[in-house]
């Protein structure tokens, strides 16, 4: 093998260098936001979850539905995180959707009262 190097082997290597530094810059950013939107996939999966344990969501909607509203919305994920560490839990006892069949809440909710 040899190991001389010609001016003219390094004028060619040279002459790849700017073009191949540009491919690399240009995977990188690409790798680079990739990343950022996995990152933040994960971020509004987290906040979803926390908002379902904490009651704040409609539990009838499927959970990757909520997180693609959630990111379609375009809000600031981390003012999202921070309101929901603010906000108290679900205390509710009943919901509307717990309106017995006969139509008569009111008797329902004097029985719930009443420990009926």
């Known amino acids: 093998m040899d190991n001389n190097i010609t001016k003219e082997s390094a004028m060619e290597v040279l002459k790849q260098v700017p073009d191949v530094l540009r491919k690399l810059v240009e995977e990188n950013t690409k790798l ?10 994960a971020e509004a999966e987290e906040i979803v979850s926390i908002m379902d ?15 693609a509203a959630l990111l379609a919305s375009k809000k600031d994920l981390g003012v999202v995180k921070e309101a929901l560490a603010l906000a108290s839990p679900d ?20 029985n719930f009262i009443l420990g009926d």
């Open 91 to 110: 205390l509710s006892f009943a919901s509307l959707s717990e309106i017995p069949s006969d139509g008569d809440a009111t008797n329902a909710f004097e």
């Open 53 to 67: 344990a904490r009651g704040f969501s409609d539990s009838s909607t499927p959970f990757k539905q909520k997180v």
């Open 32 to 41: 680079a936001s990739a990343l950022r939107e996995k990152e933040v996939h």
